[in-house]
């Protein structure tokens, strides 16, 4: 009976040890790029009318964060995202808006799936200057962002990720336009953990 507990104690104490070992390819510092495939719809109201429009167009987003272990089988992911090329928003009576050099910062809460899989809800904070090719018009605009995505590890510190996003953003100017704007992204990316 003795050797029984003994034996079950240790193979606990394996199993234990091998699912922290498998969660700590997926925490610490980590950076990655993906492509980013967006749908946006964009409003833009003035006091008595307002325009609305609707686009897709791809971007490409760079990726750096830090990924901390709570357990065995949860980390808490935080990131920062910044998109490197400019994203139409919509176009209002012949001017085309722009989101430039779009951010978010985040907090992923996470669940090991299994030994090579990452599942994860993602809250952001969201901030863009939106542009008009009209003129040098600039609005800072902020929102927030909701996605779930999962990452799968294809090797020790590689991993490919997937990720549905939506964003929301809204904000007015001194002129007391008022901008919105709803994106919904599906990201595919790469990442690297060091």
């Not at 429009?53 to 272990?69: Q, R």
């Not at 910044?82 to 209002?92: M, R, Y």
């Not at 003129?135 to 909701?146: F, H, N, Q, V």
Request: proline residues 2%; glycine residues 10%; neutral net charge.
């Amino acid at each position: 009976m003795n050797t029984l507990c003994k034996t079950a104690l240790l193979g606990l104490a394996f199993v234990s040890t091998v699912s922290m070992a498998q969660l700590t390819n997926f925490t610490g510092w980590e950076a990655g790029a993906s492509l980013n495939a967006n749908k946006t719809k964009a409003k833009l109201s003035y006091p008595g009318f307002s325009f609305e429009d609707s686009n897709n167009n791809a971007s490409l987003s760079l990726h750096g964060g830090y990924g901390v272990a709570l357990n065995n089988d949860y980390a808490l992911l935080f990131g920062l995202d910044v998109t490197a090329d400019k994203i139409k928003s919509g176009e209002f009576r012949g001017t085309s808006a722009y989101f430039k050099t779009p951010y978010a910062v985040s907090v992923a809460p996470a669940m090991l799936l299994n030994d090579d899989t990452l599942l994860f809800v993602k809250l952001s904070y969201e901030a863009v200057d939106l542009t008009s090719s009209y003129s040098d018009y600039k609005l800072s605009i902020k929102g927030y962002g909701l996605g779930v995505g999962g990452r799968y590890l294809l090797n020790k510190g590689m991993y490919v990720q997937a990720e549905l996003k939506g964003i929301n953003y809204k904000d007015t100017d001194d002129s007391g336009a008022t901008y919105k704007n709803s994106n919904t992204q599906l990201n595919l990316g790469i990442g690297f953990n060091f």
